[in-house]
C-alpha cells in the first residue's frame, strides 16, 4: 500500500491544510517516508457533518449488516499482512509478536461485538404491558430500549497502534451500537493509521456502508482533536491516553452549549498488595512475576504494577533484594517516542527528589536512541500517605513499594487511595480471611480486582471491565473494554402506548428478532 498522507473524509481522501508532519522511529530517530497532512477545522467539520448526515441510515440497517461489516473489517486487517507489521514496528519500535499478537486482539474483539449485536441483548428491552383496567388509574404500554447516541470521536492510543487505536476497541464498540464514527489518528504511528483506515473504508464498501460512516484526520496539533469534540454533531467522545489529555477533552466537552459524555480512561498506579502470607511462602516466584509484569512493553501499559504495598518483615526484605537483582540485569527498551522517554525520565526524577524515597535497584543503562532502564523504588507508608503525589503514575517501567507498619498502615494506604484501573491482592486463604476489609475497600477504588495474579494483560470477553473510579477514567460505570463498552454510546428510549408498527422490532410483540426481555418483570422471549 502507498501512502498519501491524506485524511479520510468518508471515502473520500482530501490534504487541504498547509502544515505537515512525519513519523519518527523511535528506535533511530530517523524520520520516515511520507508527509501527513494537519487536518484542517473544516476537514473536521465535513468529516463529522457526513457521519450526522448517515447516522440514521446506519442506525436503521439490519443488524446481520452491521455484523457483516465488523467482520469484514478485521478480513481488511488481516489482508495487510506485513506491510502493516513493518510499517508498525517502524513507527512504534514494538517487536513483530507483539504486533501480530496485537493485530489478532483487534480481529477477534471486532468479531465479539459482531457476535453481540446478533445476539441482540445488549439492547436491554423492557416491556410493561398495558393494564386498562388498574385502579385507581390504567396503566399505559410502556417499552424501553437503547438506542445510538449518535456520531461519535474516537482519539487512537499511543501505546497499542492497533488494539486501542483507529479499528480499536472503541471504534468497534461504537459502529456496533449504530453510531458512526470520527478517529483523530495518534501521530506517534500515522502511517499505521493510515493503513487501518483504509482497510475500514474498504470494508465498508464491500459491505454496503453508507459512505460517511466511517472518517479519520490526522494531526499533531490539539485543535484537531478539540475541533471534533467541540463540534456540535458529535455525541460522545472515546479517548485512552494520559490523564492531562483525557482531563482537557473532558473539561471542554462539558463546556460545550450541550454537554456531552466523554469516556477517557486516563491510565492509573495499579496497586499491588503483598500480604504477608504470599511473601513468606513464594517470594522468589513473586519477584520473578512482578518484575516480568513491570518490563512488559518496556512498562508502556496503562495496567503496569507502579505501586507495591507490603508489611515490614524480613521476607519482604529478601522479596525487595529479589526483585532489585532481577531489575539490575534488565536490560534497557526502547520507549514509544522522545517525549514518552522524557515523560519518563521526569517521573522517576520527581520521584527520587522526595525525602523518604529510596532507590533500591536500576536496570542496565542503554546507549539506543529513546531507551530506558527500569527501577524499583521503596519508602515508608506514613511517608507515602502524607505525599499524594507519590502515588501518581509513572508511565514506564518502574515501581514504588510502600512498606507498612502492619495490617492497620495497610489498610489506610488503601483507603486514602485515588481511583485505580486495577488492584491486585496477592495472598493465601488465610490472608483473605485476616484482610477481608482490604477487599472491601478495593471494591470501590478499582475496576477490576485481581487475586494472585499480574494487572497487565487485559483478557478481552464478556466480563471484563477496563475502567475504574476517576482519576483512573472520567466514567467509572463504563468499560473500554469487553462487550459492556457498548453501552458507552446508547442512551434508553422509551415508547408509550405505540402502535405496532410503528415500534422498533426489538420491542414488538412476536419478538421478530428473538431476544430475550424483561416483559413485565420477567426476563423471556415471548
Not at 7 to 31: C, H, K
Not at 179 to 186: E, L, N, S, T
Not at 212 to 239: E, R, W, Y
Not at 296 to 324: H, Y
Request: charged share 20%; with cysteine; hydrophobic share 40%.
Amino acid at each position: 500500500m502507498i501512502l498519501t498522507g491524506q485524511n479520510f473524509i468518508g471515502s473520500e481522501r482530501t490534504g487541504v491544510g498547509s502544515e505537515t508532519f512525519q513519523a519518527m522511529n523511535p528506535a533511530t530517530g530517523d524520520l520516515l517516508p511520507t508527509s501527513f497532512y494537519e487536518a484542517t477545522e473544516a476537514e473536521v467539520d465535513r468529516a463529522v457533518l457526513r457521519a450526522e448526515a448517515v447516522f440514521q441510515e446506519y442506525k436503521e440497517m439490519a443488524v446481520e449488516d452491521r455484523a457483516l461489516f465488523l467482520e469484514a473489517i478485521g478480513d481488511e486487517l488481516f489482508a495487510l499482512g506485513d506491510n502493516l507489521i513493518d510499517r508498525c514496528i517502524a513507527e512504534t519500535a514494538l517487536p513483530a509478536a507483539r504486533l501480530n499478537g496485537e493485530r489478532m486482539r483487534t480481529i477477534n474483539q471486532l468479531k465479539m461485538f459482531a457476535s453481540l449485536i446478533r445476539e441482540g441483548s445488549w439492547v436491554d428491552a423492557r416491556i410493561d404491558t398495558a393494564i386498562p383496567d388498574r385502579q385507581p388509574l390504567p396503566r399505559p404500554d410502556i417499552r424501553q430500549m437503547h438506542i445510538p447516541l449518535g456520531p461519535v470521536g474516537i482519539f487512537g492510543a499511543s501505546n497499542f497502534p492497533l488494539a486501542f487505536s483507529v479499528a480499536g476497541g472503541d471504534t468497534a464498540s461504537a459502529l456496533a451500537a449504530g453510531c458512526p464514527v470520527v478517529v483523530k489518528a495518534h501521530p506517534l504511528h500515522p502511517g499505521t493509521s493510515e493503513m487501518v483506515a483504509q482497510a475500514i473504508v474498504s470494508a465498508a464498501h464491500k459491505t454496503g456502508m453508507p459512505d460517511g460512516v466511517f472518517s479519520m484526520v490526522q494531526g499533531t496539533s490539539v485543535d484537531v482533536g478539540m475541533a471534533i469534540v467541540l463540534h456540535p454533531k458529535i455525541t460522545a467522545v472515546g479517548f485512552t491516553g494520559s490523564f492531562r489529555g483525557g482531563k482537557a477533552l473532558f473539561d471542554a466537552a462539558n463546556k460545550r452549549e450541550t454537554p456531552i459524555p466523554v469516556f477517557a480512561e486516563m491510565g492509573s498506579s495499579n496497586p499491588v498488595f503483598l500480604l504477608p502470607g504470599a511473601v513468606s511462602e513464594r517470594a522468589e516466584a513473586l519477584a520473578a512475576g512482578l518484575i516480568g509484569s513491570l518490563n512488559m512493553g518496556v512498562g508502556q501499559f496503562c495496567t503496569n504494577p507502579g505501586l507495591l504495598i507490603a508489611n515490614d518483615s524480613p521476607e519482604t526484605s529478601e522479596l525487595l533484594k529479589k526483585m532489585g537483582d532481577m531489575v539490575s540485569e534488565t536490560v534497557p527498551g526502547t520507549m514509544l517516542s522522545e517525549g514518552i522517554r522524557n515523560n519518563y525520565e521526569t517521573g522517576v526524577s520527581k520521584l527520587m527528589s522526595f525525602q523518604g524515597v529510596e532507590l533500591v535497584s536500576e536496570g542496565t543503562s542503554g546507549s539506543g536512541e529513546n531507551q530506558v532502564h527500569s527501577k524499583v523504588f521503596k519508602t515508608k507508608a506514613n511517608h507515602f500517605i502524607e505525599h499524594s503525589e507519590l502515588e501518581e503514575e509513572v508511565f514506564g517501567p518502574s515501581t514504588l513499594s510502600v512498606i507498612a507498619e502492619g495490617k492497620a498502615e495497610m489498610l489506610e494506604i488503601a483507603r486514602k487511595m485515588q481511583g485505580h484501573l486495577t488492584a491486585t491482592i496477592q495472598g493465601t486463604d488465610a490472608d483473605l480471611d485476616a484482610y477481608k476489609d482490604l477487599i472491601h475497600i478495593l471494591e470501590r477504588k478499582v475496576g477490576r480486582l485481581l487475586f494472585n495474579g499480574y494487572p497487565t494483560g487485559v483478557e478481552v470477553g464478556q466480563a471484563m471491565v477496563h475502567g475504574g473510579p476517576y482519576p483512573a477514567t472520567t466514567a467509572p460505570q463504563s468499560t473500554s473494554v469487553g462487550t459492556g463498552a457498548i453501552k458507552r454510546f446508547v442512551r434508553p428510549v422509551c415508547y408509550q402506548d405505540f402502535p405496532q408498527t410503528s415500534l422498533p422490532l426489538a420491542l414488538r410483540d412476536d419478538n421478530p428478532l428473538n431476544l430475550w426481555r424483561l416483559i413485565n418483570g420477567e426476563l423471556k422471549k415471548k
